[in-house]
C-alpha cells in the first residue's frame, strides 16, 4: 500500500505562482512513477504531469510551458512547480501513484483557485 498527502494549494492571484508537494509513504520501494492531475468542476480529471522514478517526466502539452514537475527520492516527495498561473488553472489538483503491480494510488487533493 501507498499513501499519498498533498499540500501547497490555495488561493493565488493570475500571474503567480504555486508549488505543490505530494509526500508518498508506505510501500515506497514499489512506486514506478508519480503524477499530478487536476479537476476542474463540471470537467473530467486531466493529466498535468508525470516522473518515474528514474526522472524521466512528461507534461501536458498545454501546461508544460509553466508547470514543472520533479522529485526528491530522498524525501520520497514528487513537486509541481506552476507559474504563470491562470483562471483556468483553478482545480482541485490530485497526486497519483504506479506501483509495479499495476496498483494506483490517489492523494486527497488540493484545491488551487487562482483568482483577484
Known amino acids: 500500500q501507498v499513501q499519498l498527502v498533498e499540500n501547497g494549494g490555495g488561493l493565488v492571484q493570475p500571474g503567480g505562482s504555486l508549488r505543490l508537494s505530494c509526500a508518498a509513504s508506505g510501500s515506497i520501494s514499489s512506486i514506478s512513477a508519480m503524477g499530478w492531475y487536476r479537476q476542474a468542476p463540471g470537467k473530467q480529471r486531466e493529466l498535468v504531469a508525470t516522473?518515474?522514478?528514474?526522472?524521466?517526466?512528461s507534461h501536458a502539452t498545454s501546461m508544460k510551458e509553466r508547470f514543472t514537475i520533479s522529485r526528491d527520492n530522498a524525501k520520497n516527495t514528487v513537486y509541481l512547480q506552476m507559474n504563470s498561473l491562470i483562471p483556468e488553472d483553478t482545480a482541485v489538483y490530485y497526486c497519483?501513484?504506479?506501483?509495479?503491480?499495476?496498483?494506483?494510488?490517489w492523494g486527497q487533493g488540493t484545491q488551487v483557485t487562482v483568482s483577484s
Open positions: 497519483k501513484a504506479n506501483d509495479r503491480s499495476r496498483n494506483i494510488y
Open positions: 516522473i518515474t522514478t528514474d526522472g524521466m517526466s
